[in-house]
């Protein structure tokens, strides 16, 4: 399953926690769902987790 990329219903998000994703349109996406990303930290840049 770690070739899958989970996916969070949010549907009973607080207002400021949606506004906070709706300005951040690489962690929520238009179908009201989170979509989370494996990264990793290297050499003081975010990098692909893979």
Do not use: A, Q
């Not at 949606?18 to 690489?26: A, G, H």
């Amino acid at each position: 399953y770690n070739d899958e990329t989970p996916k969070m219903w949010c549907s009973r998000i607080c207002v400021p926690f949606k506004k906070l994703l709706k300005y951040n349109p690489r962690i929520f996406l238009k179908n009201e769902y989170i979509h989370m990303t494996d990264r990793l930290y290297k050499n003081g840049k975010f990098e692909p987790g893979r």
